[in-house]
């Protein structure tokens, strides 16, 4: 998200934001990664809309968890996320290319 924000302040908060959104989803409901109980991170790829649209959304197999079930989870939880807050008006881009690692754990309370 540093690498998204370009440094700026005013994108970092809002990159941030996006982070706490799908955070937030993820923990919001019992995601089935199809029975597979195996710790993993998944990278997903996605450009977002000036106007808060996710636009795509896709895996970066070549860095992700060789999990094709959590990939198929992480990438779910990215969508039910969006839509996001539109861009801070003193951010002029059209869209913006994300990437966001999304960590599976087994066990815990």
Request: aromatic share 8%; proline share 8%.
């Amino acid at each position: 998200l540093t690498e998204a924000s370009g440094g700026n302040p005013v994108l970092l908060s809002y990159f941030s934001a996006i982070r706490e959104r799908i955070q937030q989803t993820a923990n919001g409901r019992r995601w089935d990664p199809a029975g597979e109980l195996k710790p993993g991170i998944a990278y997903i790829g996605f450009v977002i809309a000036s106007t808060g649209r996710l636009q795509s959304a896709g895996i970066l197999s070549d860095r992700s968890t060789a999990s094709s079930a959590l990939c198929h989870v992480a990438l779910q939880i990215v969508r039910a996320a969006s839509p996001f807050l539109p861009f801070p008006p003193s951010f002029s881009e059209s869209s913006k290319a994300v990437i966001i690692p999304i960590e599976f754990a087994v066990g815990g309370p």
